[in-house]
């Protein structure tokens, strides 16, 4: 069953949610946080956690090598550790990736829309979509409109995404809200839906150039959103915490907060994914001590 | 296997050292009971015993009494406050030190999840210390005249739903205010009073200051009736809760009452769903029901209904009854037989009376005590789950149409603990929270406490109030 909610009055609607009290979900996090998860659940949480690992780099300084280092390290993290679900870069080294990727099943992922600001005219946002999908990206993650979102223009903002979505064709949409510049939770909330009434794949949290990015709290009412929406719709949309989470013990706890929220259909790369670059290695050295029981150090990963 | 399926991660015992068998702790050590009687504490996780434990006779409260007058008229009431308070810094510190192994002890005796004892009871009991130690040199600035008395000697009794928080409570103030105390623990829980004990000990409290006798109803009667007692403080049942002050009418003992309650915890269509649903659980099963300002009754108006309930229907389906040691637990075990028996026929008459009830699956353990989180759907004012206090895991579900009406059925009960308001507007909260007869109203959160906010009741909740500025009062003269 898909009901298509296509509002009439965005505003009304959006505002219409409930709201979110800040102290209440903060509390929900945190409580989540102290869950235990020791032994045989640790061991398969790791491995599930590399597997939603979005291997990123997106620096000024990325070249055509960097960015074929990632894409090897991808493939084989170390080990017999699972390959990663993608690897995320700008729209300039897709060629890069989908080449150094082809045959590997791992996805390559490319920011458009004038990342990470998406203060860019709305042709231009759509001819950098264009270009990364033609040149073999098939995840984009969009930047929303902030500047639209905060002066209220939702309109503009719900018609950007279902662009970029055209814009997309195969590839998967994933929306980032940009949290950190969002302020409140209702207003996470608001993003989330509208991004999720516009046709997201994936609702995600952070570009990583922004402070605060991913946080627990943000997560948690971001799970809250696509459950609440399916139970609404019966489309299932993704999400993916990024910037700022680098250990497994973190990682783990993003886990706990998926399971005991969304729920754990969502337990899945295909619909949950850490947005990260130095996590995989730390999932690395905690998936090594569960198997040998000892901690190797920080020459046993590989740099890249 | 589900992820959500965590694999055991349970709390080490071993960290407490629990003694066979423990005396009464008078003037300062641990003594043999006069005529000899004793009882088991158990595990009410595994009903296993955990030490055997001195049912005070009326001599063995004789001695205590006298040992904590001689402690008043010799030490503790002539003691400057600014010493007092290093005495109470230094039980404070060696709490905190000690919380691992208090919080084990606690969970074991008592039933409670780790998670909960750990996070929860242990952080204020030290909190509650630390703010009376600083109360004890400051009293001639509380708003009690310039130059207020201790009352003498402190009988106070205790019930087992947070056995060191509500020992907390009860020394904490009477200490910093001068006073000593004779302490009766609740008889299925018993074991951190006396490990309390040995931390007065450890701190070089004085001998009598603090004396613990544990025992059952007689001996809890034998210390409130006491002649010598200047005080007596009371938590527990309103029935009890009754006896007593009708025991102590027409002496000069002053008394303070903290009872039973039935709060209502009311959420309006504009409330922030998703916290109310978990300050609903929080409410009600936290601590597995055994709150006397629990919210049993939740009051949810019509035109959100349905949506919220299966929101809450979700969010209980989560809940992880089981292994009280377990990190992962959130519920645990019923403290005793005789509560389950309770918990379990109020159950069966809100179902005779016509209640909807249910329940998630979940399988509770064959040993113990047990009893899975439950909800009564369709309940009215009429119904008894909605009256009496039922003391456990169990949450009946009433609704409303209008503020007034939600005023109205909250009040409607012959408690006034505590209540809970849910919404986002926050001038409906001020004037709903205005009409509600309650010691504690919490609006967007529940069962949050602090040792600088009073806390106490209306009607049969009792009287008195315990905690901040306004818990000194009821040890000062």
Known sequence: MTAVIQPTDLRAYLHGLPGVDKVGAEQRAAMLGTRSIKTTSKRAALDLAIRMVDLTTLEGADTPGKVRALCAKARHPGGDAPAVAAVCVYPSMVPVAAEALRGSGIHVASVATAFPSGQAPLPIK????????????????????????????????????????????????????????????????????????????????????????????VTLVMLEAVRDFRAATGRIVGVKPAGGIRTAKDAIKYLVLVAETAGETWLDPDLFRFGASTLLNDLLLQRTKMATGRYSGPDYVTLD | MSFFEYAPAPESRSIVDIRSSYGLFIDGSFVDSVDGKTFKSVNPATEEQLAEVVEGSPADVDAAVAAARRAFDTVWGPMSGADRSKYLFRIARLIQERSRELAVLESLDNGKPIREARDVDLPLVAAHFFYYAGWADKLSHAGFGSDPRPLGVAAQV????????????????????????????????????????????????????????????????????????????????????????????????????????????????????????????????????????????????????DSFLDALKRRMSLLRVGDPLDKNT?????????????????????????????????????????????????????????????????????????????????????????????????????????????????????????????????????????????GLEAYLA
């Open chain 1, 126 to 217: 759509l001819a950098d979509t264009r270009a990364a999908v033609r040149d073999g990206a098939d995840e984009i993650d969009m930047v929303i409109n902030r500047g639209a979102f905060l002066s209220g223009r939702y309109d503009q903002v719900f018609e950007e995404i279902v662009a970029v979505k055209e814009a997309c064709g195969e590839a998967h949409l994933k929306v980032i809200l940009e949290t950190g510049e969002l302020a409140t939770y209702d207003n996470v909330r608001r993003a989330s839906w509208l991004a999720m009434l516009a046709g997201g794949d994936f609702i995600k949290t952070s570009t990583g150039k922004v402070q605060p990015a991913a946080t627990p709290a």
């Open chain 2, 330 to 470: 959130d519920v645990g075990a019923i403290n005793s037989a005789a509560q389950l028996a309770r918990i379990r026929e109020l159950s069966a008459v809100g179902e005779e009376e016509g209640a909807s009830r249910w329940s998630p699956a979940c399988e509770l353990p064959d040993r113990g005590f047990w009893f899975a989180p439950t909800l009564f759907t369709g309940v009215s004012q009429a119904h008894r789950i909605a009256r009496e206090e039922i003391f456990g895991p169990v949450l009946s579900v009433l609704t409303f149409r209008t503020p007034d009406e939600a005023v109205e059925k909250a009040n409607n009960t012959p408690y006034g603990l505590s209540a809970g308001i849910w919404t986002e507007k926050g001038s409906r909260i001020l004037a709903v929270a205005d009409r509600l007869r309650a010691g504690v109203v919490w609006a967007n959160t529940f069962n949050k406490f602090d040792p600088t906010s009073p806390f106490g009741g209306y009607k049969e909740s009792g009287y008195g109030r315990e905690g901040g500025r306004h």
């Open chain 2, 158 to 305: 205790i019930p087992w739903n947070f056995p060191l928080l509500m020992l907390a409570w009860k020394i904490a103030p009477a200490l910093a205010c001068g006073n000593t105390v004779v302490l009766k623990p609740a008889e299925t829980t018993p074991l951190t009073a006396l490990l309390f004990a040995e931390i007065c000990q450890q701190a070089d409290l004085p001998p009598g200051v603090v004396n613990i006798v544990t025992g059952a109803g007689e001996t809890g009667r034998a210390l409130v009736e006491h002649p010598g007692v200047d005080k007596v403080a009371f938590t527990g049942s309103t029935e009890v809760g009754r006896a007593i002050a009708r025991s102590v009418a027409g002496t000069r003992k002053r008394l303070t009452l903290e009872l039973g309650g039935k709060a209502a915890n009311i959420v309006f269509d504009d409330a922030p769903i998703d916290q109310a649903v978990e300050g609903i659980v929080n409410g009600i099963f936290f601590n597995q029901g055994h709150v006397c300002c629990a919210g049993s009754r939740l009051l949810v108006q019509e035109s959100v209904q």
